[in-house]
């Protein structure tokens, strides 16, 4: 039996100390959080606030953090000790605690741990909530949707409940949402537009970037995407994932399932610089380069000014962008031409097709008015047309999409 006071009024402990009501009482603990499944028979007399959990790595403690939090943040405000405990004080209370102190001091999570170590030198989360303490952190002690890190994680666990599962309907509530309602949208970053796909018959707009699994066919991040890049793993397997900016389960894959090809894009003919190709010698090539009379700038600046079109052309057609900067060339989303099509994530809006529990069909738009079919799904993965397998693969055909800057 024993318990540490980690900040003053904020303890730690295990299941014998939330039972021994004269110590609770002499430290000044009016509010017990429990982490552990279980009937507790703990006096009536306390302020408890229990979260079914077990100590184990594929349970979800994420998403119990923000309200276990926010329960020891009131109770603390109003002058109560608490006391956070589990069976043994070591592993979940533990991570509810460093939780707490990453939040409320804003630290890193082995900042947050050496803290509690300081006077509970035994506590050792396991595996599964130190990669949940990570990604709590990395989305700035947020739980959302819009964060996708915290997407992939809830993307991992929903496809092992799938492929796992009983065939009941997966959990979509942590799905990306796009296009984002007012109520889900966060302040837009000023300055570039982004890339997009969107339906090629109705134009009602599907994805952007930051939605695509990377398995090596993506081109360079563009400038409106917030989110770090971090460097892309494959995984040896089918269903195994990195949580990272660029995910996606990927193994080269060779005959088995075979994707037609697209054909590759139009070359746009390029006119040589090189006087050789022109027929013309280098010195030639020169000679006509160099202008045969030189106009001083303020002779320039005359000239323009007294040209209204060409004056037109020297001021902004619209509005620049805060801080005067020019925005830099926007890539393609799909960089090889090999690939058959976008690889999403699951989207919200795609709730009417994954709602039936089928593993696999087709994806259709979104738009009740137009329902053209856009590609197609399986949860155990798709071959792309690069020969890579992405799971899970919700690919969406190029022909069927327009790719877009807005």
């Known amino acids: 039996m024993s318990m540490n006071e980690v900040t003053p009024g904020l303890w730690i402990g295990d299941l014998p100390s939330a039972l021994d009501v004269e110590k609770l009482r002499g430290h000044g603990i009016q509010c017990i959080l429990s982490a552990m499944r279980g009937r507790l028979m703990i006096k009536q007399t306390f302020i408890r606030y229990q979260i079914q959990l077990d100590d184990t790595e594929d349970e979800d403690i994420l998403r119990h953090l923000l309200p276990s939090i926010e329960f020891i943040r009131a109770e603390l405000e109003k002058g109560r000790g608490v006391l956070v405990h589990c069976h043994a004080g070591i592993s979940r209370s533990a991570t509810v605690m460093a939780a707490y102190l990453m939040y409320s001091k804003h630290l890193d999570t082995e900042a947050a741990l050496q803290m509690i170590r300081s006077v509970r030198p035994n506590i050792e989360p396991n595996q599964g909530f130190l990669r949940q303490l990570e990604i709590f952190h990395q989305a ?71 939605h695509m699994l990377d398995h090596g066919q993506l081109g360079p991040a563009t400038p409106a995407i917030d989110m770090p890049a971090e460097p892309r793993r494959s995984s040896g397997s089918g269903r195994s994932f990195s949580i990272s900016q660029n995910v996606g389960s990927v193994t080269p894959y060779g005959e ?151």
């Open 140 to 210: 700035q002690y947020k739980i959302s949707h819009r964060d996708k890190l915290t997407r992939m994680y809830y993307m991992e666990r929903t496809l092992d409940e799938v492929m796992n599962g009983d065939g009941s309907p997966p959990e979509t509530n942590m799905f990306a949402k796009y296009p984002m309602t007012p109520s889900d949208s966060s302040p837009n970053t000023p300055g570039y537009p982004r890339r997009r796909i969107r339906c090629k018959m109705c134009r009602h707009e599907l994805a952007t970037k930051e």
């Open 256 to 406: 088995s399932l075979g994707v037609t090809e697209p054909p590759a894009p139009e070359k746009t003919p390029v006119t040589s610089t090189y006087p050789s190709d022109q027929g013309q010698s280098v010195a030639t090539a020169v000679e006509v380069s160099v202008p045969t009379t030189f106009i001083s700038p303020s002779d320039l600046v005359a000239e323009l000014s007294l040209n209204p079109k060409l004056a037109a052309l020297r001021s902004p057609v619209g509005p620049a962008p805060g801080n005067g900067s020019v925005p830099p060339p926007s890539a393609p989303i799909l960089a090889n031409h090999k690939c058959s099509g976008y690889f999403v994530e699951p989207m919200k809006w795609m709730d009417p097709f994954l709602s039936t529990g089928v593993m696999a069909g087709k994806i259709v738009c979104p738009n009740t008015k137009c329902g053209a079919k856009l590609g197609n799904y399986d949860w155990a993965g798709v071959c792309c047309g690069c020969k890579e397998w992405v799971t899970p693969g919700f690919c969406i055909n190029r022909s069927k999409v327009d790719e877009i800057i807005r």
